[in-house]
């Protein structure tokens, strides 16, 4: 009888231990910036170009129908107008929602005095990282 419950307990604590390697893994912050800030640099910098396909290059598949480049030309025109071109970023934080990677920047534009938040959204596809969303929010941006 003792064996029995012995065996319980032992594959009971072997379940447990693979199913938590089965969990998603939280990352670090510094993990998290090694692959944001490169993708969110692009985006940034193409847009200070009018560079669709390099500003798309890493967009899931979703994000590629939402924001074609029809959409993004009628976007992207009026918010450069509002805050100028990028030039600089600040990481801020990263957490993770809804199985998404949720990264925040505080960014300088050439036309906004104040900060320019940058908020982009990764999806992982077999470890693989994809925007899954992206927005910028400042004074500037929130005023008609």
Known sequence: MKLSKYLTLVILLVSLVILSGCSAQQLSADEVQKFANPITENMLLAMNEDDYPRFSRDFDEQMKTSLNEAQYKNTIGPIKAKIGSYLSKEFISTE?????????????????????IVRSVFSDKSGKKYIAGFWLDSPKLRSN
Not at 96 to 110: C, E, H, P, Q
């Open 96 to 116: 993770n929602k809804d199985g998404y990677t949720v990264v925040l920047y505080k960014a300088r534009f050439s036309q906004e005095p104040g900060d320019v």
